[in-house]
């Protein structure tokens, strides 16, 4: 019973097809990861690496160009936080509310107005909390400009919400049915066991939702670029917070068309988008981990 | 029902008339069926024959389901446990129950006995450890465990847990304790266990178990009730039914004819 070497052959080429798709994909990943460090790197050629990172003023155009990262990192560090907590609290209560109590038929036109949120580009975000957001927040804290931090971090705590509600509703879906009961059949009510069974055990996929919202804060460009007012300065802790800022994408996304190709500025916004790239992979790694030991803890070991 | 079956024996619940339906699916029909206090009341039948829909029922377990409605009384106590005023919690507290899967909650040993007390409002420390050592002796599981109350649940074997969720069960201190295929996940060792375990515990409990496993039925229950299309065909003395049963269908399906 031996297969025909034509199967045999053809079964070859689909198992080669399919790997090599697969493979593109971290090849991809790869290339983007070594195009950007070597770019970003070159900027120490001429430029401390240690004043690129503890640097405290970024003025890229000036006779005696500084490229100094804090502003930019602590901008976009203050404008994601602000996102989070917006968006953690709101995400998580909407993930308990579709999984755990909506009738099945409520859920189910919940969750794609939810993933259609997920779909509006950036620009919409951006326009909207120009035109609308902004001007409110302007008057209501009665600001010089309503183009600061919270505008950025209101609008970022909406596109956040889809990846935090989709990813910890999979968590708390994934609770076993078995488990509830057990906890129904021992006369805990439907609160007591969300709050004391099924949160918990749902908590690292809850925490992976999380992270991966902040990913998703801390990269988004447009908007922000939008909304916050873009002054490279350092913000100042709490009140930063209705102030303008700089986030390391709007910077790159702003000045990225007036550099010329290979200078020192150029090479500072690729030193600028590793940083970025970093951060998002660390937090995806961490994600990760994270979701991995949570299976685990509901197998055992 | 048979006059002197229970020859004076109090009552623990007494169903009359309960019908059920999944939508228009009628699951359950005219059931009426008393359970007595401090014995073991198994409950067989083919699959689908709405003996576990049944056991559902006396702990109202299937309010979770929506599509699903029932009619008529199920007495525990003096009270009717479908009267709209009736405190869901209350009840469960009084009517526990051991599932088909052991179903351990993802937290330390301790914490999976604590759970139930710890909700109904109980915090002194001292009480709670009284409790995990009391229900877990009462389980025959404290001897395996007494040395890992703060290792997690889940690294126990299939039978421990099966066993932790019966200590889980007994820590909340019912009256009643419904087994829904108790052992259809377990070894014959555990399985031994556990039902050694069953006929301990009528002492103190009034126990209702469902089982695919007759002989199980016939070594552990002193009543038994055979169902079958959701009906009770025949409800008796557990020896009775295995040796002399009245209903043809009842002997075709404990001879192993079907089902």
Redesign the interface.
Same mark, same amino acid.
């Given at each position: 019973m031996r297969m025909s070497f034509k199967r045999w052959h053809k079964e070859k080429m689909i198992e080669s097809t399919l790997f090599a798709v697969a493979t593109a994909t971290v090849l991809i990943l790869i290339l983007i990861f070594l195009f950007l460090f070597r770019d970003g790197l070159g900027l120490f050629d001429t430029y401390s690496f240690s004043t690129f990172i503890t640097g405290q003023a970024w003025h890229p155009t000036s006779y005696n160009p500084q490229y100094g990262l804090v502003p930019l990192f602590l901008g976009s560090l203050l404008v994601t936080f602000g996102a989070i907590c917006i968006s953690v609290p709101l995400g998580i209560t909407s993930a308990i509310y579709i999984s755990e109590i909506a009738d099945p038929r409520v859920s189910e036109v919940l969750k794609p107005f939810v993933e259609i949120l997920a779909g509006i580009p950036s620009v919409v975000y951006g326009f909207f909390g120009l035109v609308v957001l902004a001007p409110y927040i302007q008057l209501w804290l009665d600001l010089p400009t309503g183009q600061v931090a919270l505008t950025g971090s209101i609008m970022l705590s909406i596109m956040a919400l889809p990846t935090i509600i989709s990813i910890a509703e999979d968590a708390i879906s994934s609770i076993p049915s078995s488990l509830k009961e057990g906890s129904l059949a021992m006369g805990a009510t439907r609160w007591q066991t969300i709050y004391k069974v099924v949160l918990p055990a749902s908590l690292s996929g809850i925490s992976a939702a999380v992270i991966l919202g902040i990913g998703r804060a801390i990269g988004e460009t447009m908007t922000v670029m939008m909304v916050t007012g873009n002054a490279a300065v350092i913000p100042g802790m709490p009140e930063g917070i209705i102030e303008s800022v700089r986030t390391m994408t709007a910077t790159i996304a702003l000045e990225m068309g007036e550099v010329s190709m290979g200078s020192e500025h150029y090479h500072a916004l690729f030193a600028v988008g590793s940083v970025l790239f970093l951060t998002t992979f660390i937090l995806n790694l961490i994600a990760d981990r994270i979701k991995n030991r949570y299976k685990f803890k509901l197998e055992g070991s | 029902m048979v006059n002197g079956l229970f020859q004076g024996r109090d009552i623990g619940i007494k169903v009359s008339d309960l019908n059920l339906w999944y939508s228009t699916n009628h699951a359950l029909k005219q059931i009426s069926i008393d359970v007595p206090k401090n014995q073991v009341t198994s409950l067989i039948g083919p699959s689908g024959c709405g003996k576990s829909t049944f056991i559902r029922c006396l @702990?109202r377990?299937n309010d979770?389901i /929506?599509s699903c409605r029932v009619e008529g009384d199920v007495v525990v106590d003096g009270t009717n446990i479908y009267d709209p005023d009736i405190d869901v919690?209350?009840? /469960?507290?009084k009517v526990?129950?051991v599932?088909q899967?052991p @179903? &351990?909650? &993802?937290?330390s040993i301790a914490e999976n006995i604590t759970?139930?007390p710890k909700?109904?409002g109980i915090k002194n420390k001292n009480e709670l450890n009284r409790i995990v050592e009391e229900s877990l002796k009462s389980s025959a599981l404290w001897d395996e465990v007494s040395d890992r109350l703060d290792k997690?649940a889940?690294?126990l074997s299939g039978g421990q847990q099966q066993r932790l969720?019966i200590a /889980?069960?007994l820590a909340?201190n019912p009256e009643i304790i419904l087994f829904d295929e108790p052992c259809s996940a377990l070894d014959p060792i555990s399985t031994a266990k556990i039902e050694e375990l069953i006929m301990n515990l009528k002492k103190d409990y009034t126990i209702v178990i469902v089982t695919h496993n007759m002989q199980q039925a016939a070594r552990i229950s002193d009543y038994t009730a055979y169902f079958l299309h959701g009906k009770i065909m025949e409800y008796g003395d557990t020896e009775q039914i295995f040796e002399n049963p009245r209903v043809k269908s009842t002997e075709d399906y404990i001879t192993g004819r079907f089902g």
């Open positions: - | @702990n377990m979770l /929506r919690v209350e009840l /469960r507290k526990g129950m599932f899967k @179903n &351990p909650f &993802p937290m759970y139930g909700i109904h997690s889940l690294d969720c /889980r069960t909340v």
